[in-house]
């Protein structure tokens, strides 16, 4: 009697514990899915945070650009005020003699503006060895269309051993920019190289 006893009890506690443990699974699996769930709206939500900080960084880099990016209006002026940055002169490679002497030198004026330019002058100082000028030959080059350049042959030089081209002057109709080396800036004026009764 005392046996069954024990078997009944123990029949009951199995049958609590697998109830319990039944109960345990049913409340894990429910976390489980309650949790990729979360994972899942995490993860759409940070997809949509990244969407919307691209789209807020696209616009805010295209306000940036239209800030800098001058309009039609004051577009000839923004590039007179900055033409340092939009035009340049450069130099080709030349050939040197073995007593001196410059050959097939090149001068090419560029221009990134949206502008031609009429005339770019240039100075080309012929240079001995030990640094002194030779002579000093001044080239105009013509007509440098807008995103473009253009470029003149300099003369041969018998003695020289190396050059250095300075800029001398630039005009441009179209851009009304007229600028000179010797041309001071006057003091308080805020385009200073807009030609004089334009």
């Keep these: 009697?005392?046996?069954?006893?024990?078997?009944?009890?123990?029949?009951v506690l199995c049958g609590i514990l697998a109830l319990s443990y039944c109960g345990q699974q049913k409340r894990i699996h429910q976390l489980l899915n309650e949790n990729e769930r979360l994972n899942n709206e995490t993860r759409h939500l940070r997809q949509e945070m990244n969407l919307s900080s691209n789209t807020a960084q696209q616009i805010a880099?295209?306000?940036?650009?239209l800030q800098r990016e001058p309009t039609f209006v004051d577009q000839r002026e923004y590039y007179r005020k900055n033409w340092q940055q939009f035009i340049s002169i450069s130099n080709s490679d030349y050939r040197t003699g073995l007593l001196g002497g410059i050959k097939d030198l090149t001068i090419t004026a560029r221009n990134q503006t949206e502008f031609p330019?009429?005339?770019?002058?240039?100075a080309v100082q012929y240079l001995r060895a030990n640094g002194d000028v030779f002579k000093t030959e001044t080239y105009t080059i013509n007509n440098?269309?807008?995103?473009?350049?253009?470029s003149v042959a300099a003369s041969n030089s018998r003695k020289g051993n190396k050059i250095q081209v300075k800029l001398i002057s630039?005009?441009?109709?179209?851009?009304?920019f007229c600028w000179a080396h010797d041309k001071t800036a006057s003091a308080g004026n805020p385009d200073p190289w807009k030609?004089?009764?334009n």
């Design 1 to 11: 009697m005392r046996n069954i006893i024990y078997l009944l009890v123990i029949f």
């Design 61 to 65: 880099d295209r306000r940036d650009i």
């Design 117 to 122: 330019l009429d005339n770019v002058v240039v």
């Design 144 to 150: 440098v269309p807008a995103k473009g350049s253009n």
């Design 170 to 176: 630039i005009t441009s109709q179209a851009l009304n």
């Design 195 to 197: 030609c004089a009764g």
